[in-house]
C-alpha cells in the first residue's frame, strides 16, 4: 500500500464547481508534487512545494490552485475547470534531502469534467 | 528534442523472454535515474534505482551510461506480471526537485 494517501479517488465535477483534492503523507519528506496524466501518457509535472514553498509551477492555469498547509499536506483546488481538465491527478512526495531523491506517488483521484 | 526519450514500444513478448528498454536523456546535468512501473489506471511506482555502476534486483538489471546519456533496464525471465507500462525518470537537479518522466514504453508478456 502507498504510504502516500489521496482523497477522493473519483471525482466528477461540473465546469461551475469548487472542488478541492487532498493529499497526505507521514514519511516525514519535505517536497510535494502534484502531477496531471492523461490516458497513455507519461505524467505531467504541475507543482512541486519544497520545505512547504512553491518551489516550481510549471505555468498551470489559475483554475488550478496548489495549497500546502504544512509539511504533511498538498492541496490542489479546482474552480471552472474545463473538459480537457479530466485526467489522473497524482500526489508525490519526496525527502528533499540528498542526491537520490525517489518519488513516491499516492493512488490518484481520477477526475472528470462534465 | 524531449529531455527523455524512450523506445516507443508496444513490446508484446512470450512468458520467459528477456526483453530490454532503452531510453536517452538530453540534459548532462541530470543527476539521478530511476525507471518506475504503472500498470493500467495506477500510480507509477519505483522498480529501481540506476547507479553509474549498474545494479540487478532479481530478473531485473539496470544499467547507466552517463558518457552517451543512455540508460537502459533488462527483464529476463519474464512473467505475466510484468505487463505494464516502463517509465524512465532522470531528476534534474538544479531548482527544487524536477523529475522529468519519458513517455514510457507499454510491455504486453503473453501467455
Known amino acids: 500500500d502507498t504510504e502516500v494517501t489521496q482523497t477522493p479517488k473519483h471525482l466528477v465535477m461540473g465546469m461551475t464547481n469548487k472542488k478541492s483534492l487532498k493529499c497526505e503523507q507521514h514519511m516525514g519528506h519535505r517536497a510535494m508534487y502534484w502531477y496531471k496524466q492523461k490516458a497513455k501518457k507519461p505524467p505531467e509535472l504541475m507543482f512541486v512545494?519544497?520545505?512547504?514553498?512553491?518551489?516550481i509551477n510549471e505555468s498551470v492555469p489559475s483554475r488550478f490552485s496548489p495549497e500546502c498547509p504544512n509539511s504533511s499536506l498538498l492541496n490542489l483546488h479546482l474552480h471552472a475547470l474545463q473538459p480537457e481538465d479530466s485526467a489522473l491527478y497524482l500526489c508525490?512526495?519526496?525527502?528533499?534531502?540528498?542526491?537520490?531523491?525517489?518519488?513516491?506517488f499516492g493512488s490518484g483521484t481520477q477526475l472528470s469534467v462534465l | 528534442r524531449k529531455e527523455v526519450e524512450q523506445d516507443p514500444g508496444p513490446f508484446n513478448v512470450p512468458e520467459g523472454a528477456t526483453v530490454a528498454f532503452n531510453c536517452t536523456y538530453s540534459n548532462s546535468a541530470s543527476q539521478s535515474f530511476f525507471w518506475y512501473r504503472q500498470d493500467c489506471r495506477k500510480e507509477p511506482k519505483l522498480l529501481m534505482s540506476?547507479?553509474?555502476s549498474g545494479n540487478e534486483d532479481g530478473r531485473f538489471t539496470a544499467q547507466l551510461n552517463r558518457a552517451s546519456q543512455y540508460i537502459s533496464l533488462l527483464i529476463r525471465d519474464s512473467k505475466l506480471s510484468d505487463s505494464a507500462t516502463y517509465l524512465c525518470v532522470v531528476n534534474i537537479l538544479g531548482y527544487g526537485q524536477n523529475f522529468v518522466f519519458g513517455p514510457g514504453t507499454r510491455l504486453s508478456v503473453l501467455p
Open positions: 540506476v547507479y553509474s
Open positions: 512545494y519544497s520545505y512547504e514553498k512553491l518551489s
Open positions: 508525490a512526495s519526496s525527502p528533499a534531502g540528498g542526491e537520490w531523491e525517489k518519488l513516491f
